[in-house]
């Protein structure tokens, strides 16, 4: 009997151990802009493993991304949560959002350079296969990753969440090296069916490997399920709505995705 429950211990005690572990880390833009990554492994898990960046939505780096990169640690990657706006800038007051995103997007340099900056201290990560990289984004984050594929940077593959679709600088034929998902809301008002037309043409004309799944009845931000209450707030929010089905479902091709391109 006290054998049984000295193995009993020590399996809650291997538990307990393997929590997750996360940290914030101040890293530097190009453009000088100073930024707040958040960190999150797994550290049972011993030696470097694929590491994933996530992009906020026009949010900013709020606790939902957090929450993202948690959850991806769970899952056995190395997750960093960057900061597109500098100083973990975020808000729930969509007038400040749009701000803050417009800022950025007003030069697709800085943009750039500060998605870049945030994949090279993933990179940097002990926990960090360098070699095998990938990145996630809501919102206008989603729209990063695919301007990230549509650079050729050296990820394995990208997955868009109710992402930005449109860009003023398509991908060239042969430019997009990493692999594509796209987990687009049927019913996102913010995404034309001629932004959706105008994508697939664009992904077929570059050659390059995507996919594009239409999410019956989702909205705008359909995986977060703080949208509900960010449509409907005080400061008469945008045209968003949490949908249960196609979080769970966006989240479950991603994993499939993930396990494709990593093997």
Not at 8 to 26: C, D, H, M, R
Not at 155 to 162: E, P, Q
Not at 187 to 210: C, L, R
Request: proline content about 5%; aromatic content about 10%.
């Amino acid at each position: 009997m006290r054998m049984f429950l000295a193995l009993v211990l020590l399996a809650l005690s291997g538990l307990t151990q393997a929590a997750i572990k996360t940290q914030e880390i101040p890293y530097q833009s190009t453009d000088g802009t100073k930024m707040i990554g958040y960190y999150a492994y797994d550290d049972a898990i011993k030696g470097p493993r694929p590491g994933v960046v996530v992009v906020h939505e026009f949010w900013g780096l709020n606790d939902y991304a957090k929450r993202r990169a948690r959850d991806l640690a769970g899952l056995g990657y190395s997750a960093l949560a960057i900061d597109m706006y500098g100083g973990g800038k975020n808000t729930e007051h969509p007038k400040d959002a749009m701000a803050f995103m417009q800022e950025v997007l007003k030069d697709s340099a800085v943009a750039s350079a500060r998605f870049q900056a945030g994949l090279d201290l993933l990179k940097q990560q002990p926990q960090t296969d360098p070699d095998k990289l990938a990145a996630i984004g809501y919102c206008f984050g989603g729209g990063v990753v695919l301007n990230a594929a549509r650079q050729g940077l050296p990820l394995k593959g990208v997955v868009s969440f109710h992402g930005a679709l449109a860009t003023n600088t398509p991908a060239a034929p042969g430019s997009v090296k990493a692999k594509i998902l796209v987990e687009h809301g049927a019913k996102d008002s913010m995404i034309t069916p001629d932004n959706v037309a105008a994508f697939k043409s664009e992904m077929d004309k570059a050659g390059a490997d995507y996919k594009f799944v239409s999410l019956k009845d989702a909205k705008h931000g359909f995986s977060n399920p703080d949208a509900d209450r960010l449509g409907h707030g005080d400061h008469g929010g945008p045209d968003i709505g949490y949908n249960k089905a196609a979080d769970e479902s966006s989240w479950a091709d991603m994993k499939a995705f993930f396990k494709k391109i990593f093997a």
